[in-house]
């Protein structure tokens, strides 16, 4: 049996660590933009840095809304429901995955 108050406290924490991690992330680039070195190697190295930061600190937003969003499905009694086929999820894979939002089904037909 899934257990829905377990499964919110665990995105409330996932939450809160992706938000931990966003604004280090982000803090990180601003430091990066404001040491940008003259010197034309150490400065390209610095701008793969901040180019690789960058696309962490989007994955990390992104994955940031999933969890978002599966709180917000959880509150509105909606999490177990498929968003396209309105069908149950499967509960091994909630459980694998607490933010998905398709069941297996429709997750693969893309
Ligand atoms: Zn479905």
């Known amino acids: 049996m899934l257990d829905i108050n377990l499964m ?11 938000e931990t991690r966003a604004k280090k992330l982000s803090d990180e680039l601003m430091h990066v933009n404001e040491e940008i070195s003259k010197d034309s190697e150490d400065r390209a190295q610095q701008l793969e840095n901040e180019e ?5 600190a989007e994955q ?8 978002k969003h ?3 499905r959880i509150k509105q009694g909606e999490y177990t429901r498929c968003e396209l ?3 149950e999820i499967e509960q091994d894979r ?4 607490p933010y998905v939002s ?9």
Do not use: H, R
């Not at 919110?8 to 992706?18: R, S, T």
């Open 8 to 18: 919110d406290a665990q995105l409330k924490q996932k939450q809160e660590e992706l």
């Open 52 to 56: 690789v930061a960058e696309e962490i």
């Open 60 to 67: 990390t937003q992104q994955e940031l809304q999933q969890v």
């Open 70 to 72: 599966a709180i917000l």
């Open 85 to 87: 086929c309105e069908e």
């Open 94 to 97: 909630l459980m694998a995955l």
């Open 102 to 110: 398709l069941c297996v089904q429709c997750a693969s037909d893309g």
